[in-house]
T-cell receptor, first 114, second 114 residues
Framework: EADIYQTPRYLVIGTGKKITLECSQT?????MYWYQQDPGMELHLIHY???????EKGDLSSESTVSRIRTEHFPLTLESARPSHTSQYLC?????????????FGPGTRLTVL | AQSVTQPDIHITVSEGASLELRCNYS??????LFWYVQSPGQGLQLLLK??????LVQGIKGFEAEFKRSQSSFNLRKPSVHWSDAAEYFC????????????FGTGTRLTIIP
C-alpha cells in the first residue's frame, strides 16, 4: 500500500542532543518536503528535494539539515537540539515532472526539546 | 510572493448545520488552491483542489469549494456537518511551477456541538 511513514511519532529529548527524524515513502514520488508546524499555526516549508542528491532550503530558515541518498528516504537532522526546535515536523511527497501535483502528508513527528 | 488568509480562527457549528470556511489568497496569476484537513495528532489530508476549469470543485467527505477570482477567495462549504468533521482546516496556495511549494493559511479550528 502506498504510504508515507514518519518515525518517531513523538520524541522528547534534552537540549544539545543530536536527533534524526525519519521520513520514508512507498508512494513512488520523486519530490519530498519537510514542513514545520507550531501549535495552532500554519505550516512552513523548511526543506524540499526534487530527487536523489537534490536538496533545497525552504521559506522558513531552519537549523536542521536533510539528505536524499535514496528516493524513498528523506531524513531530517538536528545536530544540537534546543527548546526553540520544539514543534511538529511533517513530511510530504508529490509526483515528479513539470505539471503541478498535489502533496501527500505523513502523520508527523511531534518533537519536544527540554 | 503569495499569501493566504483564513479570517476565522475558530468556528463552532451544530451537527447537521451548514458550514462555510473562508479563505482569501494573494497572488498575481491564477493560483493552485487546496483545502486540507488535519485531525488531532495527524498529518494533513487533501479535501479538494482547484487547478483550472470549473470554479466549483467537489471533494471528499461531502465538501465543496468555489473559486472566485474577483474576490480572491476559495471558500469551503458543506451542507450538513457531522461530528467527525471536527478538525483543523487549512487553505493553501501553490504558485511556483515545478516544485509545488505551498503557502498555508493559519487554519480554522472547527468544533461540532450536538
Amino acid at each position: 500500500e502506498a504510504d508515507i511513514y514518519q518515525t518517531p511519532r513523538y520524541l522528547v529529548i534534552g537540549t544539545g542532543k543530536k536527533i534524526t527524524l525519519e521520513c520514508s515513502q512507498t508512494m513512488g514520488h520523486d519530490k519530498m518536503y519537510w514542513y514545520q508546524q507550531d501549535p495552532g499555526m500554519e505550516l512552513h516549508l523548511i526543506h524540499y528535494s526534487y530527487g536523489v542528491n537534490s536538496t533545497e532550503k525552504g521559506d522558513l530558515s531552519s537549523e536542521s539539515t536533510v539528505s536524499r541518498i535514496r528516493t524513498e528516504h528523506f531524513p531530517l537532522t538536528l545536530e544540537s537540539a534546543r527548546p526553540s526546535h520544539t514543534s511538529q515536523y511533517l513530511c510530504a511527497t508529490s509526483e515528479g515532472g513539470w505539471t503541478y501535483n498535489e502533496q501527500f502528508f505523513g502523520p508527523g513527528t511531534r518533537l519536544t526539546v527540554l | 510572493a503569495q499569501s493566504v488568509t483564513q479570517p476565522d480562527i475558530h468556528i463552532t457549528v451544530s451537527e447537521g448545520a451548514s458550514l462555510e470556511l473562508r479563505c482569501n489568497y494573494s497572488y498575481g496569476a491564477t493560483p493552485y488552491l487546496f483545502w486540507y484537513v488535519q485531525s488531532p495528532g495527524q498529518g494533513l489530508q487533501l479535501l479538494l483542489k482547484y487547478f483550472s476549469g470549473d470554479t466549483l470543485v467537489q471533494g471528499i467527505k461531502g465538501f465543496e469549494a468555489e473559486f472566485k477570482r474577483s474576490q480572491s477567495s476559495f471558500n469551503l462549504r458543506k451542507p450538513s456537518v457531522h461530528w467527525s468533521d471536527a478538525a483543523e482546516y487549512f487553505c493553501a496556495v501553490g504558485a511556483n511551477f515545478g516544485n509545488e511549494k505551498l503557502t498555508f493559511g493559519t487554519g480554522t479550528r472547527l468544533t461540532i456541538i450536538p
